[in-house]
């Protein structure tokens, strides 16, 4: 029962979007062949586990879930190859919400998961709504028919597979291919928060313990001899064993490596920090006088559960930020390409420095106060009666005069374009 209802989704929902995205052409039908062999493999794993028992090795496991985590990757890898399409909203609904198939590797409740991937593609399709309703209609069906998709495939994931998936066979799964060299499926939401640096206190003690020792501390140093120095030994520049002051870049901090990406709760206050192509980052059982604090994440997914009294978004790219309500404030700060979607209230939103901010509100937000500074193409997004949105940019520009009383008076400049 469990493949002959994945096999209706494919002859379904999906062979309509597959049709839709064909008539549009270009990469939005490109793209869909990978998302139609996407699908295909995760049939062909749930036709094995269906006759199989579960493999002991969770390693075993994954390696059967690498067609589908290969095909994941290239639907990704073609939307970051193709920046500069007409059609790269299109792309980027369909790379923000197929990691919904990894849905195999989520228990002990995957449904709601892939509901959150539905979820976290939706703030490209609005965008391609608010392009293309005026101009296409087989745009709007093609994000009809791509939401149904995902939807049908949570209704059959909390039919078919509630607390997990399920292996149905009797016998060990034969063929095992090899192993695959590092790209398992995308993860399970995230529900024990790592701490922030694993290793953190010890590495610590270990350099204060470097430190304490004094005037033995250069006694591990190696002499430097004349041969090892580059304006006595210019072969050794010659040889490229130095980089040259022309060539760009500084070798010490090119070496460095990047912080570990942060996930945890410190009291009231929840912190993301150096999250990159993390669609997963999910705040749940917060309360309502917690904070969350996200520090230079990049395109990243936040989705915020329930009640909470603010939000404060630093120094991030290319990231998105659901939420339910809101009892202060969420703030830009220095963020580029970024965006937010309000199911509940919230009273303020606060842009600061930040280029490219779009706001998406729901009708019990719709009384906020939005205060901007330093900042460029922000839109707010209002919701419409047919369930579509309607944009309004907030001004960027303003003509300041001197009144006869010598008081200022500043008014917004409409843009005419």
Same mark, same amino acid.
Request: glycine share 6%; proline share 7%; net charge neutral.
């Given at each position: ?16 979007? %597959? /049709? ?9 039908? /490109? ?14 794993? #749930?036709?094995? %586990? ?53 849905? $195999? ?5 995957? %449904? ?6 539905? +979820? ?5 399709? *609005?965008?391609? @709504? ?19 998709? #995902? ?14 998936? $399920? ?23 995230? +529900? ?27 006694? *591990? ?16 520049? /010659? ?16 070496? /460095? ?16 920090? !150096?999250?990159?192509?993390?669609? *997963? ?7 309502? *006088?917690?904070?969350? !604090? @996200? ?6 997914? $936040? ?23 809101? =009892? ?26 930040? +280029? ?9 937000? #719709? ?21 579509? !949105? ?7 520009? !303003? ?11 500043? =008014? =917004? ?5």
């Amino acid at each position: 029962m469990s493949v002959l209802g994945f096999t209706d989704i494919i002859q379904g929902p999906l062979a309509q979007y %597959a /049709q839709i995205s064909q008539q549009i052409g270009g990469d939005v039908a /490109q793209h869909s062949q990978l998302v139609q062999q996407a699908f295909k493999a995760q049939l062909q794993f #749930l036709q094995l %586990a269906s006759q199989s028992s579960k493999p002991a090795n969770q390693n075993d496991v994954m390696i059967f879930l690498k067609p589908t985590s290969d095909i994941i990757g290239a639907i990704q890898d073609f939307r970051e190859k193709h920046r500069t399409s007409p059609f790269f909203n299109h792309l980027s609904a369909i790379s923000e919400s197929i990691p919904a198939l990894g849905w $195999v590797a989520v228990s002990p409740a995957p %449904a709601p998961y892939v509901k959150e991937m539905n +979820d976290a593609g939706q703030f490209y399709t *609005n965008r391609v @709504l608010k392009d293309w309703k005026e101009k296409d209609k087989r745009h709007v069906d093609w994000v009809k028919s791509w939401v149904q998709t #995902l939807s049908e495939l949570q209704a059959f994931v909390k039919q078919h597979h509630t607390t997990g998936l $399920v292996w149905s066979g009797k016998n060990a799964p034969v063929g095992v291919p090899p192993p695959p060299p590092s790209c398992p499926l995308p993860p399970p939401p995230l +529900d024990n928060f790592a701490p922030a640096a694993p290793n953190a206190s010890d590495d610590r003690s270990a350099l204060f313990a470097q430190l304490n020792q004094g005037a033995n501390i250069t006694s *591990n140093l190696k002499k430097v001899t004349s041969d090892m120095q580059t304006h006595k030994n210019p072969a050794l520049k /010659q040889a490229g064993v130095v980089p040259s002051r022309g060539s760009g870049g500084n070798a010490a901090s090119a070496g /460095q490596p990047d912080k570990p990406p942060v996930f945890t709760r410190d009291g009231k206050k929840w912190v993301i920090e !150096y999250q990159t192509r993390n669609h *997963n980052l999910i705040v749940e059982n917060a309360e309502m *006088n917690n904070v969350v !604090y @996200l520090y230079k994440c990049t395109e990243c997914t $936040v989705t915020i559960r329930g009640k909470i009294n603010s939000v404060v978004i630093d120094a991030c790219k290319k990231t998105a930020i659901v939420m339910d309500s809101i =009892v202060a404030a969420v703030e830009f700060i220095n963020c580029q390409s970024v965006q937010m979607q309000m199911f509940g209230k919230v009273p303020t939103i606060s842009i600061d420095k930040t +280029d490219g901010c779009q706001v998406y509100l729901s009708n019990d937000s #719709l009384d906020v106060e939005v205060v901007s500074s330093k900042s460029s193409e922000m839109n707010i997004l209002i919701p419409a009666a047919n369930g579509d !949105y309607i944009e309004q940019p907030i001004p960027e520009q !303003y003509k300041t005069t001197i009144l006869p009383n010598k008081a200022l008076k500043t =008014v =917004v400049v409409e843009s005419k374009g």
